[in-house]
């Protein structure tokens, strides 16, 4: 496909779609452009380069996460949908919070999410630098619940490409594991539940300590009980 007749969003679909399934070290140009039947010298024109291409589409994805009216809804259900929306958006595209480490990541897409954040919480009753430290809580308490599913598709992805079975290699690491836990006796008591799991919680984890902070910030913003 000649660069003419690429678009931008052609481009940074198929950049998502690849990402999705290789994680940032799979994403070339040349394997963007195969996707894309172009030569990469076409994606570079128009996107400038793999860096570029990167952020453009990781900034493509805040617009999967919706944004409620808090007045219509309330702020703590709004901040609800929003979290659990960055959650599922994270968990669905773990390369992005490997990006996060690696590049400057801001954009329309995101600034139109924080934005919104702020709002909900400035409806909370938060005002000026009160408003900007209660959505950060919530935003970096949901970046730590994605990162072990992240870190579990990042693993399967480079012993996958290094030519090993990784549910084999996962299996025995899990295995020699389980040895070292079965000598501390609150370890062990947890050896046969999900939260065993390499990069697993608890079941209901994220939902129950998004509540508890939520339930933090309403008895920050009520004040002291006398």
Do not use: C
């Not at 994403?27 to 024109?45: C, E, I, N």
């Amino acid at each position: 496909m000649p660069r003419n007749a690429l678009t931008r969003e052609q481009i940074l679909t198929a950049a998502i779609t690849l990402l999705d399934a290789e994680g940032l070290e799979g994403l070339s140009m040349r394997a963007l452009g195969q996707r894309l039947g172009s030569a990469a010298t076409a994606v570079y024109w128009h996107v400038g380069s793999k860096d570029n291409l990167i952020a453009l589409a990781g900034d493509q994805l805040w617009h999967e996460i919706a944004l409620p009216d808090p007045d219509g809804v309330g702020w703590r259900t709004a901040a609800t949908i929003m979290a659990n929306d960055l959650y599922a958006m994270l968990t669905r595209h773990p390369w992005l919070l490997q990006a996060f480490g690696s590049l400057l990541m801001f954009g329309p897409g995101k600034a139109r999410h924080d934005d919104h954040l702020l709002a909900i919480y400035e409806t909370a009753g938060f005002a000026g630098p009160a408003a900007d430290q209660a959505a950060a809580a919530v935003f970096t308490f949901v970046l730590g619940n994605a990162l072990g599913p992240a870190a579990t598709a990042s693993l399967t992805r480079k012993l996958r490409r290094e030519g090993s079975s990784a549910e084999q290699t996962i299996g025995n690491a899990k295995a020699e594991a389980r040895e070292i836990a079965a000598q501390f006796p609150r370890l062990r008591a947890r050896l046969d539940t999900h939260s065993a799991d390499y990069g697993a919680a608890p079941d209901n984890t994220f939902q129950i300590g998004l509540q508890a902070i939520l339930d933090g910030l309403e008895a920050l913003q009520r004040g002291p009980t006398r």
